[in-house]
């Protein structure tokens, strides 16, 4: 792996598609903390424009929150793929969350002191960055919430955080359905990603020929090249897009 990854000759024909905590913005002990550099939303703007529409958002957050982070509908997969967005329409799956299992997670998780809980359009996470003594306690908790659920959900353990999401539904699923549509299709997908949560990302574009960027210092990765923080990635991005208006025919 690379320690980091330089602009390539074939840039103008990416698909470029970007996780957000920990690899655009910078970690915060709660989600709602993260803090969005006034200059990002106008470079991921210009990207866009450079890559023919060729951007995407690919999170675990809901297309929601999504778009208060980061708004004006752009194209975007929440909730870990769960939730799908090209072109301005939207699709998802019909609601896995029954009121009842999220009251139930949300009863036992209150008596953990330090823990967040998280309730998405599509999921359920639990943060335990104030509290890393309950991470045994919540896996267990949210293994029985997935037993007791109606819909089938699976387990996604992140930097501190555990999440319960629909199954069959992954950032490289999702990946992969943007590569089947305009002005995805052709192109050499790129994901830059930093957690567990995105590996699959990393699976789906390394099939595809593509490129898989890892942001942070992790070993255990599929990435095949690497930055060390969001902030190294920021940067990248903007001398990115000024070699990529220097090349613009």
Request: glycine share 8%; hydrophobic share 45%; proline share 7%.
């Amino acid at each position: 792996m690379t320690p980091s990854l330089t602009p390539l000759n074939d840039t103008l024909s990416w698909a470029l598609f970007l996780d957000i905590d920990g690899t655009l913005l910078d970690l915060a002990s709660r989600p709602d903390d993260v803090v969005v550099p006034c200059d990002l939303p106008p470079l991921l703007d210009t990207l866009t424009a450079r890559f023919s529409g060729a951007l995407a958002l690919i999170s675990g957050r809901s297309l929601e929150d999504i778009d208060r982070l980061f708004p004006g509908g752009r194209d975007a997969a929440g909730s870990h793929g769960a939730e799908w967005r090209l072109g301005g329409a939207t699709s998802a799956p019909a609601d896995v969350w029954s009121c009842d299992l999220a009251r139930m997670i949300e009863a036992e998780a209150s008596l953990l002191p330090g823990v967040l809980v998280e309730r998405k359009t599509r999921s359920v996470a639990l943060h335990f960055r104030a509290a890393p003594q309950h991470s045994a306690a919540l896996r267990t908790m949210a293994e029985t919430a997935m037993r007791a659920s109606v819909r089938p959900l699976r387990l996604l353990e992140g930097k501190m955080v555990i999440e319960l999401v629909p199954a069959g539904m992954t950032k490289g699923g999702a990946i992969k359905r943007f590569m089947d549509c305009q002005p995805y299709t052709g192109r050499k997908p790129v994901f830059i990603g930093d957690d567990v949560t995105d590996e699959s990302g990393f699976v789906a574009v390394n099939e595809m020929g593509g490129l898989s960027i890892h942001v942070g210092d992790d070993p255990a990765t599929a990435a095949r090249f690497r930055f060390h923080s969001p902030a190294w990635l920021r940067h990248w991005l903007t001398g990115l897009e000024q070699s990529l208006g220097e090349t613009r025919p």
